[in-house]
């Protein structure tokens, strides 16, 4: 009984360590003391230490391409640049800001990944809104929720899609094809809900403080991050890991900017987040000795069985509330070799269900518990209940509109 204990007390005092970061230390500092736990208890053998690390590498360096990418078409000004399309279009009224709002949240999500989005658009939503006098509620509250569920459509747009892109077996191609409209419905029943919650904060007369300026748009940034995707797909087409493709358009940033001075090799490192790499590889080891201790058969019981409808909503919905439980990560991780056997359908409803049941609850992903620290940063303290009646009016109908799209598409598509 020491294995399966030590395995669950180690992912609770992971997932605790990474919602409170006492002291403010990275994740890293408790997740991978934790996994030389379940190691050295002998929940996971060397050798399965050694598959887990295998099968995650190629995810973490394709991550931390992407965190490089982000980080450098910020100091190109992309995101300011958007800050002031944001502004002009918005013309001093709300219910278009919070239109702009979503329709960059949704892009930069897909393309640069979730993280982008709460990091390096947030904080310039805020201070779109604050230079239009518009309540900033509706739409930092947009950047937070399309974090996760417009980060359905393209493997690169979320961990989770990538840790579960290998076992859906399908291309880069194939599978945004799959995704495609269940993403563009999940955006689309999100925005409605959205223009009811926060009816009167849009209905608010906005009063500028100051004109937005035009700003110059980095074309040099646009186009490698378009051939940075052009590449994905190429990559996945020959079979070469996308990673590499990330790697280069990171790669052909950041020559220019040394170039130019306008980083150092250590803030390139340093935007890779090595701790939060290493946070990753630690929870993989720690979900895995879990799951090998009774978590995976248990969840092996409750998964529906074939990819009919009424078995997609099944996979969908256990996800979301395993993600909520204990964070989406290890709920991918759990969930997608049991999904993986049903085909690639079931693989996908189970991220219909990790990327969209987190808007529930703040624990339900860690960009949502960064995203709640950036709120306070910028003076925009977050009500509990305000929180979860949003999510309780979003996540039900979105999770269930976007299951049907995906069952659609499988229809229509094939896999």
Same mark, same amino acid.
């Given at each position: 009984?020491?294995?399966?204990?030590?395995?669950?007390?180690?992912?609770?005092?992971?997932?605790?360590?990474?919602?409170?970061?006492?002291?403010?230390?990275?994740?890293?500092?408790?997740?991978?003391?934790? @996994?030389?736990?379940?190691?050295?208890?002998?929940? $996971?053998?060397?050798?399965?230490?050694?598959?887990?690390?295998?099968?995650?590498?190629?995810?973490?360096?394709?991550?931390?391409a992407v965190?490089?990418?982000?980080k450098?078409?910020?100091?190109?000004?992309?995101?300011?640049?958007?800050?002031?399309?944001?502004?002009?279009?918005?013309?001093?009224?709300?219910?278009r800001?919070?239109?702009?709002?979503?329709? $960059?949240?949704?892009? #930069?999500? @897909?393309?640069?990944?979730?993280?982008?989005t709460?990091?390096?658009?947030?904080?310039?939503?805020?201070a779109?809104?604050?230079?239009?006098?518009?309540r900033?509620?509706?739409?930092?509250?947009?950047s937070?929720?399309?974090?996760?569920?417009?980060?359905?459509?393209?493997?690169?747009?979320?961990?989770?899609?990538?840790?579960a892109?290998?076992?859906?077996?399908?291309?880069?191609?194939?599978?945004?094809?799959?995704?495609?409209?269940?993403?563009?419905?999940?955006?689309?029943?999100?925005?409605?809900?959205?223009?009811?919650?926060?009816?009167?904060?849009?209905?608010?007369?906005?009063s500028?403080?100051?004109?937005?300026?035009?700003?110059?748009?980095?074309?040099f940034?646009?186009?490698?991050?378009?051939?940075?995707?052009?590449?994905?797909?190429?990559?996945?087409?020959?079979?070469?890991?996308?990673?590499?493709?990330?790697?280069?358009?990171?790669?052909?940033?950041?020559?220019?900017?040394?170039?130019?001075?306008?980083?150092?090799?250590?803030?390139?490192?340093?935007?890779?987040?090595?701790?939060?790499?290493?946070?990753?590889?630690?929870?993989?080891?720690?979900?895995?000795?879990?799951?090998?201790?009774?978590?995976?058969?248990?969840?092996?019981?409750?998964?529906?069985?074939?990819?009919?409808?009424?078995?997609?909503?099944?996979?969908?919905?256990?996800? @979301?509330?395993?993600?909520?439980? #204990?964070?989406?990560?290890?709920?991918?991780?759990?969930?997608?070799?049991?999904?993986a056997?049903?085909?690639?359908?079931?693989?996908?409803?189970?991220?219909?269900?990790?990327?969209?049941?987190p808007?529930?609850t703040?624990?339900?992903?860690?960009?949502?518990?960064?995203?709640?620290?950036?709120?306070?940063?910028?003076?925009h303290?977050?009500?509990?209940?305000?929180f979860?009646?949003?999510?309780?009016?979003?996540v039900p109908?979105?999770?269930?509109?976007?299951?049907?799209?995906?069952w659609?598409?499988?229809?229509?598509l094939?896999?």
């Open positions: 009984m020491l294995a399966p204990s030590v395995s669950v007390l180690a992912l609770a005092v992971v997932l605790i360590c990474a919602v409170v970061r006492p002291f403010r230390l990275p994740e890293a500092v408790f997740a991978v003391p934790a @996994a030389g736990a379940v190691l050295a208890v002998g929940a $996971l053998t060397p050798e399965a230490v050694r598959e887990e690390a295998e099968r995650l590498g190629p995810v973490i360096g394709f991550l931390a965190l490089v990418l982000a450098l078409c910020d100091d190109e000004g992309l995101f300011h640049a958007c800050g002031s399309w944001m502004a002009r279009w918005s013309r001093r009224r709300p219910q800001l919070l239109g702009a709002v979503f329709a $960059l949240a949704s892009l #930069i999500t @897909a393309v640069l990944s979730l993280d982008a709460v990091v390096l658009l947030t904080p310039v939503v805020f779109t809104a604050t230079r239009m006098g518009a900033p509620g509706p739409h930092a509250y947009a937070a929720h399309l974090s996760n569920t417009a980060s359905l459509l393209l493997p690169v747009s979320n961990l989770t899609n990538l840790l892109f290998t076992a859906t077996g399908l291309g880069f191609t194939r599978f945004a094809l799959l995704m495609l409209l269940p993403w563009l419905v999940a955006i689309a029943v999100e925005y409605g809900v959205f223009r009811r919650f926060f009816a009167r904060d849009l209905a608010a007369p906005a500028p403080t100051t004109p937005p300026a035009p700003v110059a748009v980095p074309l940034a646009l186009l490698t991050v378009a051939g940075t995707l052009g590449g994905f797909a190429l990559a996945s087409a020959t079979g070469v890991d996308p990673a590499w493709a990330a790697a280069a358009g990171a790669g052909v940033l950041a020559v220019r900017a040394l170039i130019r001075r306008g980083t150092t090799p250590r803030a390139l490192v340093g935007s890779a987040a090595l701790p939060f790499l290493a946070f990753v590889l630690a929870l993989g080891i720690v979900v895995r000795a879990v799951v090998e201790n009774g978590l995976g058969t248990a969840l092996a019981h409750v998964l529906p069985d074939g990819t009919t409808l009424p078995a997609l909503l099944g996979f969908a919905a256990v996800a @979301a509330i395993l993600a909520n439980l #204990i964070n989406n990560l290890p709920a991918t991780l759990a969930l997608v070799p049991l999904a056997a049903s085909g690639p359908g079931a693989v996908l409803a189970v991220l219909l269900g990790v990327n969209i049941g808007n529930l703040y624990a339900g992903s860690l960009a949502t518990l960064l995203w709640r620290r950036i709120a306070h940063e910028h003076d303290p977050v009500a509990l209940g305000e979860t009646r949003l999510g309780l009016l979003t109908a979105t999770l269930v509109a976007s299951t049907v799209a995906l659609a598409s499988l229809q229509l094939g896999v």
